[in-house]
C-alpha cells in the first residue's frame, strides 16, 4: 500500500482539492505536509482533504492537519476533510475532532460549503 | 530483522496465531498494516473492526519507533491471536519500563485550538481497542490489544 496525494486546484476560488491515496502513517504524512505547504505557498488558502481513497490514516496525519489548519486560519482559509471512512470517522468522533474540522460526505459537498456554491 | 520474519499456527483454542517480527523501522508499517489486515479479513473481522485494530498497532509501532528505538535497531515483535469474534494482537518491545494505561493524556481540545498536533497515539489505542493490557516481563514491555466484533464497539 503506497500513498500519493493528487492535487485538484479549483481555478478561481482560491481553493485545493487533495485527494489522498494509500495509506498515512509516520512514513508517509510527510508528503502530506509538503503538499499542504506547497498549496500554502502557492496561494491557496482553501483546502479539501479528499479521504475517500485513503485506506488508513494514523494520527500523524491528523495532527499534521491540524497544523496546517491552524496556519491556514492564520491567514483567514480554511481546512475541511471529506469523504471519510466508517474507521475514520469514528476516530474523528472519538477524538472530539468534530469541533475543529468540518467534514463532508463527498468533495462536491465540501467545495460548495468553502465556497457558498461557486465551483 | 530485515526482510520481516513471519509465521502462523493453530492454537490449543483453536485460534489462529500469527507472528511478525519486523525491524523497528518506520517503512515496516505497511507491512505491519498489511499483514493484520488480510489476517482479520479473512477471519471475518469487520471492516470498522479490522481497521480499528490496524491503527492500534500502527499508532503503538510508531510510538515504539520514535521513542523506544530512535536511535535505530531493535526489532517489534507482534502475535495476533484470532478467532471470531475476538482478535488479540500482543507487541513486545525492550525499552524502558512504560505503562501506557498509566499515561498522563494532555487534553486534546486546547493543543488543537492551538495548531498543535501530536499526542493522539495512545489516546486513539484506547478508545479503539476493547481492552487494552500492559505487563513488564524481564526487561521486555508486553502490550496487549484486544476487540471484539459484533458488540458495536471498536
Known amino acids: 500500500m503506497s500513498f500519493d496525494i493528487i492535487v485538484r486546484p479549483r481555478l478561481g476560488t482560491g481553493l485545493d482539492v487533495l485527494e489522498l491515496i494509500g495509506a498515512v502513517d509516520m512514513s508517509t504524512v510527510d508528503v502530506l505536509a509538503d503538499r499542504l505547504k506547497g498549496s500554502f505557498s502557492s496561494g491557496s488558502r482553501k483546502i479539501v482533504v479528499d479521504m475517500k481513497k485513503l485506506e488508513s490514516f494514523s494520527s500523524a496525519g491528523w495532527g499534521t492537519l491540524v497544523e496546517w489548519k491552524w496556519k491556514f486560519q492564520q491567514e483567514g482559509g480554511s481546512l475541511v476533510v471529506s469523504g471519510m471512512n466508517e474507521a475514520q470517522q469514528r476516530v474523528y468522533e472519538l477524538m472530539g475532532l468534530e469541533a475543529s474540522f468540518s467534514q463532508y460526505t463527498d468533495v462536491d459537498s465540501a467545495v460548495d460549503g468553502l465556497t457558498g456554491g461557486a465551483k | 530483522m530485515n526482510p520481516a520474519g513471519r509465521g502462523s499456527e493453530r492454537g490449543a483454542a483453536g485460534e489462529d496465531k500469527i507472528r511478525i517480527k519486523v525491524s523497528a523501522d518506520k517503512h515496516s508499517l505497511n507491512m505491519i498494516r498489511q499483514a493484520i489486515g488480510d489476517a482479520m479479513k479473512t477471519r471475518g473481522f469487520s471492516t470498522l473492526k479490522t481497521a480499528g485494530m490496524e ?65 493522539m497515539g495512545i489516546r486513539t489505542i484506547l478508545l479503539m481497542c476493547d481492552e487494552v493490557k500492559y505487563r513488564r516481563r524481564g526487561s521486555v514491555n508486553e502490550n496487549v490489544f484486544i476487540i471484539r466484533d459484533g458488540n458495536g464497539r471498536s
Do not use: Q, W
Open chain 2, 55 to 119: 491503527v492500534s498497532v500502527i499508532e503503538h509501532c510508531e510510538n515504539l519507533i520514535k521513542h523506544v528505538y530512535a536511535a535505530g535497531g531493535g526489532g517489534i515483535s507482534i502475535e495476533m491471536k484470532l478467532k471470531y469474534p475476538v482478535a488479540m494482537v500482543r507487541i513486545t518491545d525492550t525499552g524502558p519500563e512504560f505503562n501506557m494505561l498509566e499515561a498522563k493524556l494532555p487534553a486534546l481540545s486546547g493543543r488543537i485550538a492551538k495548531g498543535l498536533g501530536g499526542k
